[in-house]
Each structure stands twice: as structure tokens, then as C-alpha cells.
């Protein structure tokens, strides 16, 4: 194995990725930076929990629906342009917002926000792998686990701290420089030509997208929620599993003439989905931890907006100082025995979180998020650069969009399912008279939530156990061999 040493990265492109990591970072903080902000908005704009809600909601339908075009985005176009146009849409959508009269005028910059950051993070991904030599990409990829880990996590920490002294137009307002000058520092580094041959956009695909994951993702979300006279969770899951059907039946048929939308090829690499199905799991079980703790902690435990977010900030700042040392790990020693360890990890802290009491200490709740966002770090990282290392170049963009669009059906799934839980596991209790208080009623909800939690990761441990580095040169997909091209004899060197 060749030492990483051996192959450095220029100073352009670190400038380059460090453009595209910070402004990663800045979108996808925004994607939970609302959730604390929701009570505030509600007694605001005098709207109530059903409406507010929708601010949350349609930021996660947009991202669903717009990232499956971005690997046609980055294709058809070059990586300047089309970060000029995640950032551009993700800052005048932030303006609106701050600036906003009113509910609707908020929502939609929400979409408008939801629009940039659907195509940051996919094309944050593909310009790693076209621009980082194999033998760097476990380090390099460490960073990139910060945005797509830690971001969300202190997005609460964040927004509490500013609600405590500030109006909540400020959210958006501290965001929008950050913004501005990643969009100006990026546009003036970014270089480099569309990503392979220019493909013909298939409007039906597009048109496709909209109920399949728009459908799913809705569906999901509504799952486990009280009904307000709206379609409720079936008739959405319905339409989005058969538009989603539709929409693989018409990539495969697509594949034969070079232009799908989303290229399922990507799946014919066994690595990539293993890493996949591993990182899906991992999604569910994160982002189940970020809403189910935050409510225990303010509704059983008492705790303000500040002191909950401040509890969690410990965990995000363990995964964001760990995750660049996990990709150096990485490099040397595979992804094996980081993944093994990271779900054994998890699995385990989600067990220990189902024997929660109304009574925890407060101290070993700390303790046991700080241990899951170790377990994380080290399964995030390794898992994200060996399902992307087999891919062979003109499948960069679509494997980074398919990975980034189902990010947000498992985060979708994971709210849905563990939220449902909780709220089914409660109403039992109530109404089995098996507890003797509503109070202990609730805590049968989250034990049973975070038990279903510890049974979806006991799957990671074994998906984990599979996960193997396999660079392009050694993917087992039908075209791995032919087409890594010249940089064949440098993966082959740096191959675990």
C-alpha cells in the first residue's frame, strides 16, 4: 500500500473542496436549525402545529424531489456553474426568509433554500472523488462526514442559542453572510468541464420524481402523526411506491441509450450498495436520536430549548473532531474494523437508551449520546468512501445523488417510525391502565421507540461485517475494470 503521502492533493483543489465543505456545511445546518424555532413561529405568525409543521415538511419533499436531477446537473454542466446555482438559489431563499412577511412568503423561501442544498451535497461528493487520488479520499471523506453528521446535530444547539436572545428572523440572518462569502470565495476557485459525455434530460423521469420520492417521503412523514382532515400517510405511500416502481422500470429501460436520469448501474457494484444499505441504517438510527431525545428531554426532564441543545452539543462536537481522524484510520487500515466497532457501538447505546426512566441522571444521558455519535463517526466515514471508491468515474454524480436521495427517504423513514412507535407504545400504556401515571405512560412510548431503534441497528452490524474497500480498478461491477482508466495503476497501489 502506498503511503498517502505518495499522493498529495494541489493546493487548487484543497482550496476547491474547502469551498465546497463550508458551503455544505452551511446548507445542510439550516436542513434542523427550524425545529426549535417551531413554538416561536406558531405564536408569531398565529398559525397553528398542523401549518407550522409544513416548513419542516416541504424542506424535506423539495430535497427528495430535486436531488435525483443532480446527477443530470453535473453532467450538463460544469462544477462552478452549478455551484454558482446551489448557492445562489440556497442565499436568496435565506434573504426571503429573513426578510418574510409572513407564513406563506417563509415557506416558500424554504423551498427555495431546500433547492440549493439538494444539489450542494451531491456535488460536494463527486468533486471529492474526481479530485482526491484514492490513497486520500478515507481523509478527506472524514471532512465531508462533519457536514453531513455534525451539521444537523448542532443545528438545534445553534438556533436555541440565538432564539434565547435574538428574534428568529436572526436564524437566517447569521446564515446569510456565511453564505454569501462561500458563494463568492467559490465561484472565483471553482474550476472543471461537465462530468463525462452531456446526456438529454428525460422529462418524463423528472415529472416521475415528483409523486415517487415526494410521495414516499410525505408518507412516511405523516406516519404516526394525528390526522387533520389532510390524505394521511396511505394514500401518499400508495402513489409514491408505484410512481417510484415506474421511475426505476424507466431508468433501466433509459440505461440502454446512456441517458437516465439516475443510472441504477451504480448498484451493480456490490461495495456501493452494502455501503449503501449500511449508511441508510445509520440515517434512521441518527436522525430517530436528534428528534426522539430532544423531546424527552424538554417534555419528561423539563429542560428549556438552550439547556437541550447545549446537552447535545457534546455528541456533534465528538463526531466532527473524530470523523478527520477516522478517515486517516481508514487509509491505513480499511473499513472493517471501524464500521464493526461503530454499529456494535450504537446497537448498544440504543439498548442501554430503552431502559430510560423519568429519573436517568441527566449526566448519563450525556454520556450515552456522546457514545452514539462515536459509534456514528466511525461508521459514516468509512462507509461513505467504500461505496464510493468502486464507482468508475461516469457514475460519480449518480452514485452521489442515489446515496444523497435516499439519506432523505431513511431520515424521513426514521422520524416516521420511531415517532409512530412512541406515540403507539404510549397510547397502549394509557389506555391498558398498565401505568400509573400519564407521565409514565410517555416513557413506555420512548422505551419502546428507542428498542425498535436497537432492533433496525442490530442489521447494520451485519452489513458492517461485509463492508470491504474495493477501488475501481477492483469493483466487481461489469464495467469496474475497463473503465477506472488511467488512474488504474495509482488505486491498485493504494487498495486495501
Known sequence: MTPASAHPISRE?????????????????????????LPRLMAELRIDAPTVQWLATAFMLTM???????????????????????????????????????????????????????IML??????????????????????????????PAIGPTLSGLILQFLSWRFMFLTVLPIALAALVFGARKLVGSPEGEKPNLDLLSVVLTVPAFGGVVYGLSQLGGESHGGLGPVIPL?????????????????????????????????????????????????????????????????????ST????????????????????????????????????????????LALL??????????AFHVAMSLGLALLFTPSFTSGLNPLPPHLYSHGSAILSTLQQVAGAAGTALLVGVMAAQSQAAATSGSVSSPLEAQMAGFRGAFLMAACVAIASIVLAAFLRNRPATEGLGADGAVEAGAEGAETAQSAH
Open 13 to 37: 483543489n484543497r482550496l476547491i473542496i474547502t469551498a465546497l465543505v463550508t458551503a455544505t456545511f452551511v446548507v445542510i445546518l439550516n436542513e434542523t436549525i427550524m425545529n426549535v424555532a
Open 64 to 118: 427528495s424531489v430535486v436531488i435525483p436531477t443532480t446527477g443530470f446537473l453535473l453532467q450538463r454542466l460544469s462544477r462552478r456553474t452549478v455551484f454558482i446555482l446551489a448557492m445562489g438559489l440556497f442565499s436568496a431563499g435565506t434573504l426571503l426568509a429573513a426578510l418574510a412577511p409572513g407564513f406563506g412568503v417563509l415557506l416558500l423561501a424554504r423551498v427555495v433554500q431546500a433547492c440549493g442544498t439538494a
Open 122 to 151: 451531491p456535488l460536494l461528493m463527486t468533486s471529492v472523488l474526481t479530485l482526491v487520488p484514492i490513497a486520500r479520499r478515507g481523509q478527506v471523506m472524514g471532512t465531508v462526514s462533519i457536514v453531513i453528521s455534525v451539521a
Open 238 to 306: 400508495a402513489v409514491g411506491v408505484v410512481c417510484l416502481a415506474l421511475f426505476v422500470g424507466r431508468q433501466l429501460m433509459l440505461q440502454r441509450s446512456g441517458s437516465p436520469l439516475l443510472d441504477l448501474r451504480a448498484f451493480t457494484y456490490p461495495m456501493y450498495t452494502i455501503a449503501t444499505a449500511l449508511l441508510v441504517v445509520g440515517m434512521i438510527a441518527l436522525f430517530g436520536v436528534i428528534i426522539l431525545l430532544p423531546i424527552y428531554l424538554q417534555q419528561v426532564r423539563g429542560l428549556d430549548t438552550l
Open 309 to 352: 441543545g447545549l446537552l447535545l452539543l457534546p455528541g456533534g462536537l465528538v463526531m466532527g473532531l473524530l470523523s478527520p481522524t477516522v478517515g486517516k484510520w481508514f487509509d491505513r487500515v480499511g473499513p472493517l474494523p471501524l464500521t464493526l466497532t461503530g454499529t456494535i457501538l450504537m446497537t448498544a447505546v440504543l439498548f442501554l
Open 357 to 366: 426512566t423519568t429519573d436517568t441522571p441527566v449526566w448519563l444521558i450525556l
